[in-house]
């Protein structure tokens, strides 16, 4: 039987990254609808469940590969994501609009808040006891539904914060975005 109190455990802390990328990208946006709020919701649940699958099918075999570089990885795809809306504030009037929130930029965020899922799949099935192919998969939409939640609220709990700061929220938010990219290699490094 899985333990379930762990596999909460994981999913809330690998979503915590999805949750803060969520909060900024609300607060950037001028109009956040429900449909935005799912389709992101969506990638960043779909990713979190989906990388540790893939790392427990890469298995131990790849284990020490993806330690090596996964903390490379978030930090060079936040850090550009960042940068750019750093850039991006700078260069706009009030009245523009964000950079659409298009499948490659969602993309590129759900990986980079995710990559270290991947290695997280490689030790699921020891952590939960999901020793069977049937709770690997139980374990892993878990991950995904828990991850979809937090994500889904911390639109709009950003976009809360994004009326309130107004014309700075993109420039917080490329701000943010670089320090959680630096945080997950930070992390890595001296851990």
Known sequence: MVDTIALVGIAVGLSMDAFAVSVTNGAVQKKVTPSMALRMAGFFGFFQGFMPFLGWLIGKAGESFIGSIDHWIAL???????????VE????????????LNVRRLTALAIATSIDALATGIILPTAVRANT?????????LIAVITFILCLVGVWVG???GDLLSDKAELLGGIVLVLIGVKIFCDHMLG
């Open 159 to 161: 976009k809360k914060f």
């Open 89 to 100: 504030s700078r260069r706009k009037d009030e009245d523009s609009e964000p950079d659409e």
């Open 133 to 141: 192919v049937p709770l690997m998969v139980l374990s892993v939409c």
């Open 76 to 86: 060079i795809l936040l850090g550009f994501i960042g940068i750019q809306m750093i």
